[in-house]
């Protein structure tokens, strides 16, 4: 593994004066050249304990944990190690016959991307089901440079690789920010701390609705006669036929666009107009479909992993977890002036375990997350008001307020918490519903599978979550492909199950154990840093690294680190034990010459 020693430096310069009340229209016409300034911070407000804290690892494009692991590293430049390239075919491949008609249920990046696959195969008469309003184009930068428009994510190597396999990156990447690295402020490192991510893939930042919006502008330009996108509407229903598909119904709705989901039904419930009942309107359409895909994200409002879960015959079962370390968030716009660098992604912590992190548009404003605790009334209650989230701001996070404006803050307060999703994964073994041996053999043959969040939910620290979704879709693409012997693309979906689903388990628990304290996150940290640089031939890097390895499976990831940690636990226990003997040899010996010692001088 290369280890690169290059360093980086910041300089440090005054202020730039920005208005605090009018947003800049564009970044572009004052910025002189030359390297980000980046302004000294008072910390005599920072808790001791978090001075300690520091960052091993860090990924750009990914929210970074409020509370990340503690690190003696106190210089002002990380480098992360450059992840392997994995080895994904491309191209189109054969397929088995295909079904006469597949719905899509969630036009959402995992969707519309699983949409694109079946079209490259040369599938037709594809439906797409979005209950959210259609997103503007792609190439209104005007909209697009409003960072008040969704929250940023980043698509690392995995997404990247596996759009580029769908023949849709380019596209993508048009509209995305390339972030080259981390600028993270906290109590020991003031001034801010650079981390040059070394990755062979430089993470592409996208707001999360504009990638859509480019997803959606690929299937109409290159796919229109295979797919059908449909917004505003939600499927309300879906019954399994004998044949192994269902009967979906779905009805116009009203969902907000800039809706940020928690998984959670009541916070859903204030972003959909509940469905209506009855159907007096005639608005409601049912149709029987052979291929169903869920892609309907985390929400427990889904229709198709919800008629998996009822369904005793099916072995798809959602498990979810209690959420420990809830975190609330609410978006605000940095608009960095053209001094600073728009190629970071920016992250400060309060001592309160408060959190902002900021990725850049392709415009090159900041869209900011402010992540706090629910249980921290005292700060939820400052971002209640345009005057006390100033203060705030001023107050905890003063190296961004001068580029927050007053009418941004006006709007921060009127916008209410989202919550970071709680994990959860679809678990006994299936991401299927498996086709009936004895099904109706009148009807055409039919089955269902899920991707995305639908199966893999997990909170966004590490930029795993539409990542892993793009590769769900090139998965079962690979599957059709080893169906097409077969001629069934039936076939494909128990396959899919296998190759994937142990992944979806492995990237959530592997996620969770992130979320924890010491010893689940902080402590294997330390003991994979140590182990890996004093034996780089027997340990592998920590996890946050390994699931940055393109070409390693989650479940391979998590497979190794467990085979890692009882080596180390091992090596630890045997080094304990031969300290113990030691020193008990040591203090018998001692003990011996003692007593020898005493008994001798009675003697005498
Ligand atoms: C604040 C935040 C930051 C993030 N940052 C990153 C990051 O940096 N990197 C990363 O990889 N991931 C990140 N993620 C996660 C990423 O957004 C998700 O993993 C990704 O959007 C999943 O795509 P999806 O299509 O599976 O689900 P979604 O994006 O949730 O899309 C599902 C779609 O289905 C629709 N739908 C649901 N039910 C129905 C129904 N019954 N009928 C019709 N339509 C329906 C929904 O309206 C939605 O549009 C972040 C998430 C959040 C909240």
Redesign the pocket.
């Known amino acids: 593994m290369p280890s690169l020693t290059m360093s980086s430096t910041l300089v440090v310069r005054p202020p730039v004066a920005v208005s605090r009340t009018k947003r800049p229209s564009s970044r572009a016409t004052a910025r002189p050249h030359g390297p980000s300034p980046i302004r000294p911070v008072d910390v005599s407000r920072w808790s001791p304990g978090l001075s300690r804290r520091g960052r091993l690892v860090s990924t750009p ?3 970074a944990d409020p509370e990340p692991p503690s690190s003696s590293n106190s210089a002002s430049t990380v480098i992360v190690d450059a992840p392997d390239v994995g080895a994904h075919g491309s191209g189109i491949a054969p397929s088995p016959p295909q079904p006469s008609k597949t719905v899509i ?7 519309l991307f699983a949409a694109i696959m079946l079209a490259r195969r040369g599938w037709r008469n594809i439906e797409v ?4 309003q259609r997103p503007p184009s792609p190439d209104a930068n005007e909209i697009w440079g409003d960072p008040n428009r969704s ?6 190597g995995r ?1 990247q690789i596996a759009l580029e396999r769908m023949g849709c990156v380019d596209r993508v990447l048009s509209y995305c920010k390339t972030v080259n690295s981390r600028m993270d402020w906290s109590p020991q490192n003031p001034e801010g701390k650079e981390t040059i991510s070394n990755k062979q893939y430089a993470t592409q930042v996208i707001q ?1 609705d504009r990638l ?1 919006a480019a997803l959606l502008k690929e299937v109409e330009e290159k796919y229109a006669d295979a797919v059908t996108v449909t917004h505003g ?4 229903s879906c019954e399994w036929t004998g044949a192994g598909g269902a009967i979906l119904t ?1 009805q116009p709705t009203e ?1 907000r666009s800039d ?3 928690s998984g959670d039904e009541e916070d859903d419930d204030e972003t959909c107009e509940a469905p209506p009942v009855d159907d007096e309107a005639g608005v409601r359409v049912t149709v029987p479909v052979p291929f169903v895909v869920g ?5 427990r ?3 198709v992993a919800r008629a998996m879960d009822d369904d005793d015959a099916c072995d798809a079962k959602m498990v979810r977890f209690e959420d420990t370390n809830p975190r609330v ?1 609410k978006t605000i716009p940095i608009n960095l002036p053209e001094s600073y660098r728009d190629d970071l992604n920016y992250s400060a912590r309060t001592k309160g375990g408060v959190a902002l992190e900021a ?1 850049p548009t392709k415009e090159g404003l900041l869209v900011g ?1 402010l992540l706090v605790k629910p249980g921290d009334k005292e700060t939820c209650a400052k971002l209640e008001s345009r005057e006390s989230l100033r203060k705030y701001f001023d107050e905890d996070f003063p190296m961004f307020t001068d580029f927050i404006t007053d009418e941004d803050l006006e709007l921060m307060a009127k916008r209410p918490l ?1 919550t ?2 709680t994990f959860a994964y679809c678990g006994g073994d299936s991401l299927h519903r498996r086709v009936a041996e004895d099904g109706d053999s009148s009807q055409e043959a039919g089955g269902a599978c899920l ?4 199966i893999h939910t997990v909170k ?1 620290y590490f ?7 793009f590769e769900d879709v090139t998965i079962l693409d690979d599957c059709l492909t080893s169906a097409a012997g077969s001629g069934k693309w039936t076939e494909a979906l128990a396959d899919y199950s296998k190759r994937r689903a142990e992944d979806a388990k492995a990237l959530v628990d592997i996620s969770r154990s992130f979320d924890g304290g010491f010893l689940t996150f902080v402590l294997p940290l330390i003991l994979d840093g140590i182990f890996s640089k004093l034996l780089p031939n027997v340990f592998m890097p920590n996890t946050i690294q390994m699931t940055q390895k393109y070409d390693w499976r989650f479940s391979q990831v998590a497979k190794r680190k467990r085979r890692d940690r009882a080596l180390q636990v091992a090596i630890l226990a045997s080094a304990l034990g031969a300290v113990g003997t030691v020193a008990f040899m040591v203090v018998r010996t001692l003990v011996g010459l003692m007593i020898g010692a005493m008994t001798g001088g009675l003697a005498a």
Do not use: F, M, T
């Open positions: 494009g990914a929210i249920v969630g036009g959402g990046p995992s969707g089901w979005e209950r959210l929250y940023c994510i980043g698509v690392s997404g999360r859509v509407v939600q499927c309300v779905r969902c809706e940020h989901k892609a309907e994200g985390a929400s409002r889904n229709a968030y990725l997350i989202s970071l999703p991707l995305g969040d639908s966004p930029g795993l979550g539409v990542n892993s979704a």
